[in-house]
C-alpha cells in the first residue's frame, strides 16, 4: 500500500464570539474532532483574535478566529470544509498549504495573545504598587504613633513641671500675722496689759 505524504497546513477557523468567550475548551474540541476525523496530526490550536465582522454571518457580528497547524492529506481538506459547513458553531474556514513553517512559528504570540499579555502585565504592576503603598503606609503608621506618644509625654511633663512651678512660688510668699486688716493691728497693741500699770499710778496721785 503506498503511503501518502502529509503536508503541513494552515487552517483559520471562524467561530462566534459569544461561542468561544462561553465555551473556548467546546469550540477547541470540535475543530480537534473536525481535524482527526481526517486522521490529521495537529501541531498547534490557539486563539488568533476577535474582531468585528465586515458582515454579518448567521446574523453573527462579532467572530474569533482560532489559528491551527496540522498535517494531513491534501485530499481530506474538503472533507474538512464539508464539516465547517454542517457545524452550528464554526461559521467559516480558510486553509492554505504552508510547508515553510516551523515550530518556532507555531509557538509565536497571537494578537489576542499579545493583549491578554499586557493587560496582565498592566495588572500586575496596579497590584504590585498598590501592594507597596500599602506596606509603606504600614510602616510609617508605627513611628506616627510613637511621636504621638512622645508628644503626649512631652506635654504631660511640661504640664507637671508647671504645677511645680506653682506650688514652690505659693511656699516662698510671707504670711500676714497680722491678717488682711493693720488697723485691727494696731488697736489691739494700745489694749494690751502692759498699759495698766500706768492708769494705777495716776490714781493713787489723787
Not at 477547541?28 to 465582522?53: F, H, P, Q
Request: glycine fraction near 4%.
Amino acid at each position: 500500500m503506498k503511503t501518502v505524504a502529509k503536508k503541513l497546513y494552515e487552517g483559520m477557523f471562524l467561530v462566534d464570539s459569544a461561542v468561544s468567550s462561553a465555551d473556548w475548551d467546546g469550540v477547541v474540541n470540535t475543530i480537534t474532532t473536525m481535524l482527526e476525523k481526517t486522521g490529521a496530526e495537529i501541531e498547534s490550536i490557539k486563539k488568533w483574535d476577535s474582531r468585528k465582522l465586515v458582515y454579518q454571518i448567521n446574523g453573527k457580528a462579532y467572530g474569533t478566529y482560532v489559528l491551527s497547524y496540522f498535517r494531513t492529506d491534501g485530499s481530506k481538506i474538503h472533507d474538512i470544509e464539508r464539516d465547517v459547513q454542517l457545524s452550528e458553531s464554526v461559521m467559516r474556514v480558510m486553509i492554505l498549504v504552508t510547508e515553510k513553517m516551523t515550530k518556532e512559528n507555531f509557538e509565536k504570540e497571537t494578537p489576542i495573545m499579545k493583549a491578554e499579555r499586557r493587560e496582565r502585565e498592566i495588572r500586575e504592576k496596579a497590584s504590585a504598587k498598590a501592594k507597596a503603598e500599602e506596606e509603606q503606609a504600614s510602616s510609617a503608621r508605627p513611628e506616627e504613633e510613637k511621636q504621638t506618644e512622645q508628644s503626649a509625654e512631652v506635654a504631660e511633663s511640661d504640664d507637671s513641671e508647671s504645677q511645680q512651678g506653682e506650688s514652690a512660688d505659693s511656699a516662698a510668699e510671707p504670711e500676714n500675722p497680722a491678717g488682711d486688716n493693720p488697723a485691727q493691728a494696731e488697736q489691739d497693741d494700745d489694749t494690751c496689759p502692759a498699759a495698766a500699770p500706768e492708769a494705777d499710778e495716776e490714781k493713787h496721785s489723787e
